[in-house]
Antibody
Framework: EVRLVESGGGLSQPGGSLRLACAAS????????MTWVRQAPGKGLEWVSV???????YYADSVKGRFTISRDNSKNTVYVQMNSLRAEDTAVYYC????????????WGQGTMVTVSS | DIQMTQSPSSLSASVGDRVTITCRASQSINNYLNWYQQKPGKAPKLLIYAASSLQSGVPSRFTGSGSGTDFTLTISSLQPEDFATYYC?????????FGQGTKVEIK
């Protein structure tokens, strides 16, 4: 069974840091495009970042310079390091696979909640 | 960035109704358009990719159409489990932008 499981969410003060993890099973993160999508409370979906199978990375303007996506091949896990957190980063963060030929997010994790508040 | 605009933002419908949701891109995206369904507290679920291809396991009452800048998602006969929020998303370029969502509620 293909599965993505996010972890690492929680409460951070403004300016703080958190690292989210997305552990994959049934698929290899290095062979897939792995993406992060977030959803602020009561709001819509916002694409955050992607790491392609070749290692290239891209970010939304709203997080560029503050978030870093990476992967650990040995753990089959994708991470997003979130620094300089702001209140507007408060959201559920989902990990998903970006199917390379379909161009769609076809497998999603259950999400992890990040709250940025003093 | 490509802007995606859905309409309506919400609608009320009855079981058995035919429902249509539209999505417009701010520039041509060919057929690089996907549709997702999201229920409260759950992750989104892919319904349609490449504008009109049905994702495996998705009921055939869901159909997608369109190309260029204008797209539609149609539910031919609304079922109780279809009450949810629907999002379009373009995969033509990065950033992968979403529409603002359409909430389908019970009339």
């Amino acid at each position: 069974e293909v599965r993505l499981v996010e972890s690492g969410g929680g409460l951070s003060q403004p300016g703080g840091s958190l690292r989210l993890a997305c552990a994959a099973s049934g698929l290899t993160v290095t062979s897939n495009y792995m993406t992060w999508v977030r959803q602020a409370p009561g709001k819509g979906l916002e694409w955050v970042s992607v790491i392609y199978s070749g290692g290239s990375t891209y970010y939304a303007d709203s997080v560029k310079g503050r978030f870093t996506i990476s992967r650990d091949n040995s753990k089959n896990t994708v991470y997003v390091q979130m620094n300089s957190l702001r209140a507007e980063d408060t959201a559920v963060y989902y990990c998903a696979t970006d199917h390379p030929s379909r161009g769609a997010f076809d497998i999603w994790g259950q999400g992890t909640m990040v709250t940025v508040s003093s | 960035d490509i802007q995606m605009t859905q309409s309506p933002s919400s609608l009320s419908a009855s079981v058995g109704d035919r429902v249509t949701i539209t999505c417009r891109a701010s520039q041509s995206i060919n057929n690089y358009l996907n549709w997702y369904q999201q229920k409260p507290g759950k992750a989104p679920k892919l319904l349609i990719y490449a504008a009109s291809s049905l994702q495996s396991g998705v009921p055939s009452r869901f159909t997608g159409s369109g190309s260029g800048t204008d797209f539609t998602l149609t539910i031919s006969s609304l079922q109780p489990e279809d009450f949810a929020t629907y999002y379009c998303q373009q995969s033509y370029s990065t950033p992968r932008t979403f529409g603002q969502g359409t909430k389908v509620e019970i009339k």
